[in-house]
């Protein structure tokens, strides 16, 4: 008899299958008939929840982009996802669970009132600012997908933090500046103000910013599927 998958180890099954190239037909009906009850017995931290999740939601951006032609325009709000019989977007996954129901457009300052039952359920209980350092929206900008494991993710996390934020951080001593991803700007109050930007990038770069001001980059849209951390992935 085949042996059962779990839900972490079916996300992280469908974000392998995804990498290679092959048919994810059988994973995504296998998590789509997952036991509701078992699967929320599964997630049962935060630890197990941001590592399926992630997962799930960078799995399946490229699945609803190469194979069911997704516009980027509905890609991140159409419910395409079935987990346990309930479905999803992209958009619930990243605002709704991993961002604790945070409303989409407000810096990450203001709760989403309308967030369901089932999310609110499901979502995390401490929002971590490292899944924006994780989560892959197929731009150029974006960061690497990286493979993710309950066991491992706070090391995975930071892995995927310190990666990022060094491609896309520079220091500019003559003029007093610190440039850095539009990220920080969209999800300000994720990363606790301008005061915990600083203190993010002292703690993984060691940079003391206090006399530098805070420059946000100009991100990039253009397209780029598959950009898989290679060094995650080993």
Same mark, same amino acid.
């Given at each position: 008899m085949k042996e059962q998958l779990n839900s972490n180890q079916? /996300? &992280? =099954?469908?974000?392998?299958?995804? !990498?290679?190239?092959?048919?994810?037909?059988?994973?995504? @009906?296998?998590?789509?008939?997952?036991? /509701? &009850? =078992?699967?929320?017995?599964?997630? !049962?931290?935060?630890?197990?929840?941001?590592?399926?999740? @992630?997962?799930?939601?960078?799995?399946?951006?490229?699945?609803?982009?190469?194979?069911? !032609?997704?516009?980027?325009?509905?890609?991140?709000?159409?419910?395409?996802i079935v987990i346990a019989g309930h479905t999803f977007s992209l958009d619930d996954i990243e605002h709704g669970i991993l961002r604790k129901y945070r409303y989409k457009f407000s810096l990450g300052y203001l709760?989403?009132?309308?967030?369901?039952?089932?999310?609110?359920?499901?979502?995390?209980?401490?929002?971590?600012?490292?899944?924006?350092?994780?989560?892959n929206c197929g731009a150029k900008s974006c960061p690497p997908i990286g493979f993710y494991t309950a066991k491992n993710i706070d090391q995975q996390l930071d892995l995927a933090s310190a990666s990022f934020l060094e491609g896309e951080t520079t220091v500019d001593d003559a003029k007093k500046e610190i440039h850095i991803s539009s990220?920080?700007?969209?999800?300000?109050?994720?990363?606790?103000?301008?005061?915990?930007?600083?203190?993010i990038l002292n703690q993984h770069l060691d940079i003391d910013s206090k006399e530098h001001r805070l420059v946000y980059t100009t991100y990039s849209w253009d397209e780029q599927l598959d950009n898989y951390s290679e060094e995650q992935f080993a």
């Open positions: 079916l /996300s &992280e =099954q469908l974000l392998l299958i995804v !990498k290679m190239g092959k048919s994810s037909d059988e994973l995504v @009906i296998q998590l789509e008939q997952l036991n /509701s &009850e =078992q699967f929320q017995r599964d997630l !049962k931290n935060d630890q197990y929840k941001k590592a399926f999740w @992630i997962n799930i939601y960078n799995a399946f951006f490229q699945i609803l982009r190469k194979q069911r !032609k997704l516009e980027k325009k509905t890609i991140y709000t159409s419910k395409e709760p989403n009132i309308l967030a369901s039952r089932l999310i609110k359920d499901l979502a995390v209980s401490v929002i971590d600012y490292r899944i924006h350092f994780a989560l990220l920080f700007k969209w999800f300000l109050g994720d990363f606790g103000g301008t005061k915990g930007i600083r203190k």
